[in-house]
């Protein structure tokens, strides 16, 4: 093995270095589990009984990387197959401003096509128009049209995301079934969808009961949230509630059903070229933003997710093709501010209300004197990108600036503020991403078309969600470990597992993938490198 230790000691057949090689993929798999986070990973890896403790007993890469600071949804899914971070994707935020739309509505949505007529940030088209890097099945389709690509997920953007430009099929939540690009539904729908829509629909239209696993009874323990609130101990679910089902233990397992569906319809890695499916399973994150990530919903879902991940491998076995399976996630996570320091964090906090671009533009406008028709700052929330309307003069748009770059570091919340200019003079960094400062993290994530005048960084622990008692608990974002740091499994049949602890990043798996298939990448369009797969002295990214 080139460039890894493995943690398992050699058989006597494998001390000379001789170990068994499996065949050349003819099918390639990612699965995401959206917010698994590399805590989550080592919580439960001693708990798991059916698929993910195949993984886990793999090939691991237990301090993978999404090494970039916007750690959110759509950032980090454009990371997984395209080899690169989100400066070079493009994808820089779920949600970013494009103050020169035609459109009054100038946030963008990463997965629309804001040129579609009536189209606005929250009712959009779904597209891949905003990606700007080639997925692994791009490539793969580029090489080789033979190649089918097949993308399913439980959120538009990690099926969009992952799947890329040219997929023949792409399937996702699209809020009461699963639906397909706008630009599909004229061509022939797979046997598998109206199954599989018609039982989630059975599945919502009566009340769900919550059943607690025993390994989770110890975690069942109530935690008051604002009045008359609280999470931590399983709830059944209403009829019709399809906003609670995404957090719901059928969520993923229809997802499932959908992926296998499409793989055996398909008959995916038995055709003329080498196929790729990707998999989004995304309801590990509405737990984690509903309920936080150590109680007995999030346990219970980790006994869901080993036993849909060991449904999937059991039907790519079942093909008798050779496969190779990549799961990671998108962004890790962290628990709720109560439940952290009930159990005594004292320092976890939620964000000051007040720190928003919304109160900031009035602060702004007051000292400035300014009065616009636009808002003065434009933002998704109290970090991130922020960005300055272009109504302020030209002459006083840099004293703004500073003047607001002061302000927010002056807030007691705020780790750091960045602007563009600070960014564009900075180079990319490179590995190892777990000793990179707060600017190289910044600077992964940014993007000098898209990304905002300003960059604000909350300090570790500040929760930005003001009030949970009106929606999610608790997110994800930061460029903090608990945010950044995410599990890399890989498993091929018949391979030898090994585990390696140092720091890799999520942009290395297309080149880890491609050198399976023989799938030659340029140099210098891509931020990953391969990892060796091979647990011997041979090399799986040699030529």
């Not at 940030?121 to 490539?139: E, N, W």
């Not at 500040?462 to 999610?472: Q, S």
Request: contains cysteine; hydrophobic residues 40%; glycine residues 8%.
């Amino acid at each position: 093995m080139a460039a890894a230790t493995a943690a398992m000691l050699p058989t006597a057949a494998q001390a000379d270095g001789a170990v068994a090689q499996p065949s050349r993929p003819k099918l390639l798999v990612a699965i995401s589990v959206d917010q698994f986070s590399a805590d989550l990973f080592a919580e439960y890896r001693q708990h798991y009984t059916g698929g993910m403790k195949r993984l886990a007993n793999a090939i691991v890469f237990p301090a993978g990387y999404q090494s970039h600071a916007a750690t959110e949804t759509c950032p980090g899914h454009s990371t997984i197959l395209t080899g690169s971070r989100p400066g070079r994707t493009g994808i820089v935020a779920n949600n970013w401003y494009d103050l020169s739309l035609p459109r009054a509505d100038k946030k963008v949505y990463c997965s629309e096509d804001p040129s579609a007529p009536g189209s606005d940030s929250d009712h959009y088209v779904v597209s891949p128009l905003y990606l700007k890097a080639q997925t692994l099945g791009d490539r793969m389709k580029a090489a080789d049209p033979g190649s089918r690509v097949v993308a399913v997920a439980g959120k538009d953007r990690a099926a969009v995301m992952m799947g890329g430009h040219v997929t023949d099929q792409m399937w996702f939540w699209g809020g009461k079934s699963y639906v397909t690009l706008p630009d599909r539904k004229d061509r022939p729908v797979p046997a598998a969808i109206g199954p599989i829509n018609a039982r989630v629909a059975a599945l919502v239209a009566k009340p769900g009961k919550a059943e607690l696993p025993a390994m989770c009874r110890s975690r069942s323990v109530a935690v008051p949230i604002g009045q008359g609130k609280q999470v931590g101990v399983l709830a059944d679910r209403k009829a019709e509630d399809f906003k609670g089902f995404r957090a719901a233990a059928d969520f993923d397992a229809t997802t499932t059903d959908l992926a296998i569906g499409l793989l055996d319809e398909l008959k995916l890695g038995r055709g003329a070229g080498t196929d790729v499916l990707t998999i989004g399973l995304s309801a590990t994150d509405y737990v984690g933003h509903t309920y936080g990530t150590e109680g007995a919903e999030m346990c219970a879902q980790m006994v869901a997710l080993d036993n849909n991940v060991g449904r999937i491998l059991a039907a790519l076995d079942a093909t008798k093709v050779p496969y190779a399976v990549v799961l990671t996630a998108d962004h890790g996570g962290h628990d709720l501010t109560e439940r952290t320091r009930q159990r005594g964090f004292a320092y976890a906090e939620r964000v000051d209300p007040k720190l928003n671009p919304a109160a900031y533009s009035e602060i702004m406008a007051r000292e400035f004197n300014l009065s616009l028709k636009d808002d003065l700052i434009h933002g998704d929330g109290p970090f991130g990108d922020w960005y300055l309307s272009r109504e302020i003069p030209a002459d006083v748009r840099p004293r703004l600036l500073a003047a607001l770059k002061a302000r927010l570091l002056a807030h007691r919340q705020v780790a750091e503020v960045f602007t563009a200019d600070d960014m564009r003079r900075l180079p990319m960094p490179q590995p190892p991403v777990e000793e990179w400062s707060l600017a190289e993290r910044t600077r992964a994530s940014f993007d000098p078309e898209r990304s905002g005048d300003l960059i604000v960084l909350l300090k570790p622990k500040v929760m930005p969600i003001a009030d949970p008692t009106r929606g999610f608990v608790a997110t994800h974002g930061s460029p903090w470990q608990n945010d950044r740091r995410v599990p890399i499994l890989f498993y091929r049949p018949g391979a030898t597992g090994f585990e390696q602890p140092l720091s890799v990043e999520t942009v290395d798996i297309l080149p880890t993938l491609g050198a399976l298939v023989g799938l030659k990448i340029p140099a210098g369009e891509i931020d990953g490198r391969c990892l060796d797969l091979d647990a011997g002295a041979a090399d799986s990214c040699a030529d």
